[in-house]
Every structure is written in structure tokens, then in C-alpha cells.
């Protein structure tokens, strides 16, 4: 009997390095676990037993069972996110002539965007949290180092209420709630819908997306800071990703950086999407200014951390090739149709 299961293991392992899609899977299914399945007759092999040899096969065959249906569980969930991502991932470029046909609805790419995003930070211990639209001063300028008067608050002019709070400007006003929140040691990302009273062209909208990340722990540096960002833009772009930091300047990081990816359309060649440059600036970022982690109630001299702002909608925009950032918030559906997930 032991040979038997031995065997059957093997086999089955074979077979399931094989598999390659649900239908493959169900055929395993039914191969060893199906009403005339290897498996299924071995238990109906066990009529025959007797006394302690009939426990002990019952229990590993049972055991066994147990092993290949949690395996081919495994392996259909897998398959499925595999199949997700394809979709999700294939290289779609829009094409704003063709034909509205579709009735069926569809993600927008920025959700599309944000959804993969949210995983790949969720599977590094990342917490994803939302936070509100309308805020305070406080919250978006104070609390990141941004007192008033400050020039910095000339770059990001934005709509008020009578109340005097605000549209926020930069997902960074969240920063000082995750503090208090998490307090650290804490990761989390909070990717939101800003809003700039901005002169409208190609590349900048009065509305759009940003997401932002916090890393804050003991001993946190740099070399974490494009670890995570490798990484995460490895993962969406579905190639490696190389990235190179320049000096930037914002008040709560210092120092602070714009960071560049290697363009991943042309290999640093030279292409339009890297305006021939063969690099494209992505994503400021830089390390917790102390005065915003004394702030959120965290200890400087105890803790470091990083932080960075990507351009959520400007990144969708890259992956999905469209030129014009307008389309996105147009509801013109001939444009936004196109991708559709079935
Ligand atoms: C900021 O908003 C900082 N809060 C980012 C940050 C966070 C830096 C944490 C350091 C640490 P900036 O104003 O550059 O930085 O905006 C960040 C990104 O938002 C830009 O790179 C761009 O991709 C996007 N963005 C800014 N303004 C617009 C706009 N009008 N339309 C579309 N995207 C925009």
C-alpha cells in the first residue's frame, strides 16, 4: 500500500506541474478523485482489509486525499489570478476612434491601476487605508511641514470651502493621521483623489489620483526606500525595473527626491514615452522630514522612515499608453470601453 500512495504521489505531482489551466486541473480532478478516480478506488480497495492494516490505510489514504484536493484548490486560485492579471495586465493601447459597442461596463484604468497596486503593497505587510477629501489646512500643510506663508503652498493652490477647509491637494495630508493611527513601527500606502487649481493641458488635470506609502520603522533607510520601489514597479510593469533617485525639494522629506525609472517601453533607448530620454520621472519621494514624525506622535530620535507621492494617474496613463490625461475624467465611454475586463 505505501508503494502504492508513493507512487500515486509522484504521479500526481507530474501531472500537476503539467497543469496549465482550469481544464487541465479538472481533468486531475477527475483522474484522482473522480467516482473512478486512483484515489477513489484505493478506498474501495480497503474492503478487503482487516483490523490494524485497514486503520492505517484508511488513515494515509484519507491523509492523501486530503493533500491533492487541497492542492489542486491551490492551484485553480492561482491560475485564476494568473488569468486576472493577464487581463488586467495586457498591454492595451487605446484607440479613441473606435466604436462605443460595449454595454457591459468596465473598471476605469485608474481603478484598474490602483487595485494592482493596493496587492503588490498589500503582499509586502502593506496596510491600505482610504482617508477623507475634504480637510484642514492643518492636515494638508502643517502637518507635513508646510507652515504658512510658505512658498511651497504657491505650487498647490486648490479649492476651499466657506468653512475654510479644503479639497486636498496631495494624498501627503494623510500623513499625520496614519501616524496616529499606526504609530510605529507602521507601512501603509493611501492612495485618494486630489485636487489643484491647475491650468488644464496633456499631462495635468484639476482632479486626479495620487498614491502615497509610508515605511516607518528603526534603522529604515534609503537602500529600503528603492528596494520597495523596485519591487512594487517591477510587479507592474511586469519586467525589472530599474530606478535612479535625483535631488527634489519638498518641505516634509529631507532629503527628498524625484525618483526616475529606466523607460521599461524602450530599454533606456530612447522612445516618445520617454521623450527620448530613456528615463521617466515617476515618483518624489524621500525620507520623513523629523518634524512631520514628531508630529504624528512618533520619536525621531528612535525612528526613521520613507515616504513617497506617486502619480497614480499619470502611471495609468503610462501603462495603458494614453496621451492625454483628460480622457480620463471625460466619461467619454468610446475611449474608457476599452477596458472592459469580461
Ligand atoms: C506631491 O504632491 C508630494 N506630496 C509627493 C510626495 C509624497 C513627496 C511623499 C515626498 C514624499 P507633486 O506635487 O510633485 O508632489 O505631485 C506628485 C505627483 O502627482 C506628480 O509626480 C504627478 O505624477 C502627480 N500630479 C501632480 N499634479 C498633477 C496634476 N495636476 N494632474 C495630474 N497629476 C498630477
Known amino acids: 500500500m505505501s508503494e ?6 509522484q504521479t500526481f505531482q507530474e501531472d500537476m506541474d503539467k497543469a496549465q489551466n482550469t481544464e487541465d486541473l479538472e481533468n486531475i480532478r477527475v483522474k484522482y478523485l473522480g467516482k473512478k478516480g486512483t484515489i477513489t478506488e484505493l478506498l474501495k480497495g480497503m474492503r478487503n482489509m482487516q483490523g490494524d492494516e485497514r486503520k492505517e490505510a ?55 491601476v490602483q487595485r494592482e497596486l493596493e496587492e503588490i503593497f498589500s503582499s509586502m505587510g502593506f496596510a491600505v487605508e482610504d482617508y477623507n477629501e475634504v480637510v484642514t489646512e492643518y492636515q494638508n500643510f502643517e502637518a507635513v511641514n508646510v507652515p504658512k506663508n510658505h512658498p511651497a503652498r504657491d505650487m498647490q493652490d486648490t479649492y476651499y470651502l466657506d468653512n475654510g477647509e479644503l479639497l486636498k491637494t496631495q ?16 507601512r501603509a500606502i493611501f492612495p485618494g483623489r486630489c485636487f489643484r487649481n491647475e491650468a488644464l493641458d496633456a499631462s495635468h488635470e484639476n482632479t486626479f489620483f495620487q498614491m502615497e506609502g509610508m515605511m516607518v520603522d528603526k534603522d529604515i533607510s534609503v537602500a529600503n526606500l528603492i528596494y520597495f520601489m523596485e519591487t512594487m514597479l517591477s510587479e507592474v510593469f511586469q519586467t525589472d525595473i530599474t530606478v535612479r533617485l535625483r535631488p527634489g525639494f519638498f518641505p516634509f522629506t529631507e532629503p527628498s527626491f524625484e525618483l526616475d525609472i529606466h523607460c521599461p517601453f524602450c530599454g533606456g533607448k530612447g522612445c516618445a514615452t520617454c521623450k527620448h530620454g530613456g528615463w521617466i520621472e515617476l515618483c518624489p519621494c524621500g525620507m520623513i522630514h523629523p518634524n512631520v514624525l514628531k508630529m504624528g506622535g512618533v520619536d525621531p530620535d528612535k525612528y526613521t522612515g520613507f515616504a513617497f507621492g506617486l502619480g497614480l494617474t499619470r502611471l495609468a496613463m503610462m501603462k495603458f499608453d494614453i496621451n492625454d490625461i483628460r480622457v480620463l475624467n471625460s466619461g467619454n465611454l468610446k475611449a474608457l470601453d476599452q477596458f472592459t475586463i469580461l
Not at 4 to 9: A, H, Q, V
Request: include cysteine; aromatic fraction near 2%; hydrophobic fraction near 35%.
Open 58 to 112: 484508511g488513515k494515509r489514504i484519507n491523509l492523501l486525499k486530503a493533500q491533492v484536493s487541497e492542492s489542486i484548490q491551490e492551484r485553480g486560485k492561482q491560475i485564476q489570478k494568473e488569468m486576472e492579471k493577464r487581463l488586467l495586465m495586457a498591454d492595451r493601447r487605446v484607440d479613441i476612434s473606435l466604436p462605443a459597442g460595449n454595454n457591459i461596463g468596465s473598471l476605469h484604468p485608474i481603478t484598474i
Open 171 to 186: 494624498t501627503s495630508a494623510a500623513q499625520n493621521y496614519i501616524l496616529r493611527k499606526y504609530g510605529a513601527p507602521c
Open 4 to 9: 502504492k500512495i508513493d507512487e500515486l504521489k
